[in-house]
């Protein structure tokens, strides 16, 4: 089974950017579409942003203009660039096929706050 490991999380303030990494045990980038997701507690997990084999990639209206999905399957690596980062970016994100796989990483924990 491919398992996931996602990195790049922390505090940031308002206004701020982060970049995210995914690293996949498996060549699946240029097989599947493949995601960015978030959940708050509370609420369901939500995709951001996913990118097709092809490379062309979707955004949740909320992160549209501000976040960026690319990947590299030489590397197996998929990111997520945030830029303009808001309170209510605040999650932990997850990446997953698209759609998703029943397992799931640990995922990496983003705080925006000042």
């Known amino acids: 089974q491919v398992q996931l490991v996602e990195s790049g999380g922390g505090l940031v303030q308002p206004g701020g950017s982060l970049r995210l990494s995914c690293v996949a045990s498996g060549n699946i980038f240029n097989i599947y579409a493949m995601g960015w997701y978030r959940q708050t507690p509370g609420k369901q997990r939500e995709l951001v942003a996913s990118?097709?084999?092809?490379?062309?990639?979707n955004y949740a209206n909320s992160v549209k203009g501000r976040f960026t999905i690319s990947k590299d399957n030489a590397k197996n690596m998929m990111y997520l660039q945030m830029n303009s980062l808001r309170p209510e970016d605040t999650a932990v994100y997850y990446c997953n096929r698209n759609p998703p796989m029943v397992y799931w990483g640990q995922g990496t924990q983003v705080t925006v706050s000042s």
């Open positions: 990118i097709a084999r092809s490379g062309n990639t």
